[in-house]
C-alpha cells in the first residue's frame, strides 16, 4: 500500500505455473482458497515433510469439497510436493511474464512468494536459517542436478553440450559482458588553499556557529566546490546552522513552491523557497533516512560519474537511531561529511534526553568514517578543508565532525597543522621528564586550559595535549603496533608515541571529554604511562554547564582531583 500510494507499479507473484493450471480444474478454487489462507508456520512445515503430508493435510481440511480428491490423485507425491512449493518466485515462467509485461517508466515493485531453502532438503524447517547440508545430501543433490562429480564450480554444469553451447553464445553476446569500462570516472573538485577558505574570526565561537558560517561563506562565492556541497538534515536543519546556507542556495523540490510565510508577509529569518536548483534535502524527524540519502548522494561519482559532496547535519545523540544504514553507507564507500551538533551533556541546558556518550567511540569503530572533534573555529576550518579532499581521495572516506554549542574563546595558539590533522598537537608543550599531562578532547578545552594553569605551581612543566581526532591517533598507533610484531620489519613510531616521548617513564596522563572516557583511556598503552580517565558514563541530569561539569566530574576541580589520585600510593 505504501508503495502503491508513492505512485509504484506493484506486482505480486504468488502462484506458479503449475499452480494457476491447477486452479482451472475442479476443485482449483478451493485449493487456491486454502493456500491463501493456511499460515505461513504450517506451509513451511508442510514443505519440509513432503507430498504425503501435503496430501493427508489437503484431504483433512477441504477433501469433501467437489473435485479435490480428483485433482490431488492426478500428482504423485513427489509431483505434490513440487506444485505446493512452487511459488511464483520460484516459477521462472511467471517471474519473466511480470517483466515483459511492464511498459512504462514508473518504478516497480515485485513481491514475490517463495520457500526459504527451496530445492534442498531442508526447505522450510524453520531452523534452517544457518543449516549446511552434510556430505550425503550434498551428493544427492548434485546427482538430481546431474552435475558430474569434480564440476560443482563449473558455470554451466549439468546442461546437455548443446544447451551449454547455445548459453555461451548468448553470454557472450550480451552488452553486459561486451569489453568497457564499466566504471564512470568522475572529475576532482578544487578545494580552496589554506589561504582562500573560510575561517571565521570571531573572538568567542562555538564550533557549531562557527560551521554555519563557514559554509554560508562558500555559498555566497562562486566555487565549483559550493556547487558540488549538498546538504541535508532530518528536522534540525536550522537548529545546526544551515540556516544561512539554505537561504544562500535553496530547497530541493522537482516542483517549484513559493514561501508561504514570505507570501503572507509572516516575519522569518528563513527563506523556505523550494526549486530544482536548490541544494537542501529537508527530512522529516527521520535518522535513518538520513544516513540512507547520505550513502546515496555519496556514491553519485561511482554510479553516475558526476562528484557531489553531500553534508548531514544531526543532533548528536541521535546518531544512534540510523547506525545500520550509516554502517552500510561506509561499507559501500559512499563520500559524505557527517555533522553531529550539539553534543555530549555540553548542551545539558536543552534537556537530558539530548546528551550524548558513545558517539565517540562509535566515531573510532566505524571503518570508513573519520571522526574529528575540534574544539577551536581555526581547527575546525582546517578539519574541514582536509575533509573536503578527504572525501574525493581514492583512499579517502567520510568525515565525522562531532561539534557543540558552547562559545569558547578562541585562544592563540601556537601548533603545527600537519600535527592537527594527524590527531593531536601540544596546546603547551611539556618539559623533557615531566611527571604529568592533561589531556583533552572537544568543548572542555577551558577546564583544561584552567586546570592546567593551577598545576604548574605544584608540577612545573606539565603538558598540555590537544586531541581533535582520537580515531586518526588511534588508528596510527595500531598501524606502528601491528608493524612492530613483524620480526625484521623496523616499525614507523606513531605520532602519539612521539609527543609523548618527552614525559617521564612514569608520568601520569589525566584524559578529558564531553563524551565516553575510554575514547582517551587507551592513551596510557602508548608508552606504559598512568592514566586517569575522566568522561561521561550517564546522562540525563539538566542545568547550567557549571553545575553539569562539577556534576560529571568535567570541571577543573575534577581534573586536579584526577591529577592528584595519580600520586596516591596504591596498594
Known sequence: DIFATAGWNVITLKYGKKQMA????????????????????????????????????LLSEIGEVAGIPQLLTQYDDDELAELMTELGGHCMETILEAFNQIEDDRPCLFIAYTIKGYGLPL???????????????????????????????????????????AL?????????????????????????????????GASKEATQTAFGKILNDLARGESELADRIVTTSPDVTVSTNLGAWVNQRGLFNRDERVDIFREEKIESAQKWVMTDKGQHLELGIAENN????????????????ERLLPI???????????????????????????????????LGPEGGAHQSINTPLIGMAQPGLTYFEPAYVDELSTIMRWGFEHMQADDGGSVYLRLTTRPLEQVARSYNEADLLKGAYWHVPPQDGAELAIVYTGAVAPEAIEAHAQLLEDIPGAGLLAVPSADVLHRDWMRSTRGSWKRDVPADPSHIAQLLKPLAP???????????????????????HRVAPLGIETFGQSGDLIDLYDAYGLDANAILEACASLYVPRD
Not at 491447477?22 to 504450517?42: T, V
Not at 601520569?508 to 575510554?518: M, R
Open 123 to 165: 526447505a522450510g524447517h524453520k531452523d534452517n536459517h544457518a543449516g549446511l547440508m552434510n556430505a550425503t545430501q550434498v551428493h544427492t543433490l548434485r546427482d538430481r542436478l546431474q552435475i558430474a562429480e569434480g564440476d560443482e564450480w563449473a558455470p554451466l554444469a549439468g546442461l546437455s553440450q548443446g544447451d551449454v553451447t
Open 290 to 305: 538520513l544516513f540512507i540519502i547520505l550513502g546515496a548522494l555519496g556514491m553519485s561519482h561511482h554510479l553516475f560519474g
Open 506 to 528: 612514569n608520568a601520569g596522563l589525566v584524559t578529558v571529554i564531553d563524551g565516553a572516557p575510554t575514547t582517551l583511556s587507551w592513551l596510557g598503552a602508548v608508552r606504559g
Open 312 to 346: 548531514g547535519t544531526v543532533y548528536d545523540p541521535f546518531i544512534s537511531r540510523g547506525l545500520d544504514a550509516l554502517n552500510y553507507a561506509a561499507y559501500q564507500d559512499a563520500r559524505f561529511m557527517l555533522v553531529a551538533t550539539p553534543s555530549g551533556v555540553t
Open 22 to 57: 491447477a486452479f482451472q480444474h475442479k476443485g482449483g478454487d478451493a485449493l487456491r482458497e486454502w493456500i491463501d489462507s493456511c499460515p505461513n508456520a504450517l506451509y513451511a512445515a508442510l514443505t519440509y515433510k513432503g507430498g504425503a503430508a501435503w496430501r493427508a493435510q
Open 168 to 200: 555461451n553464445d548468448y553470454l557472450e553476446a550480451i552488452p553486459f559482458t561486451q569489453p568497457s569500462d564499466r566504471q564512470p570516472v568522475a572529475a576532482k573538485i578544487a578545494v580552496p588553499d589554506a589561504a582562500s577558505f573560510p575561517k571565521p
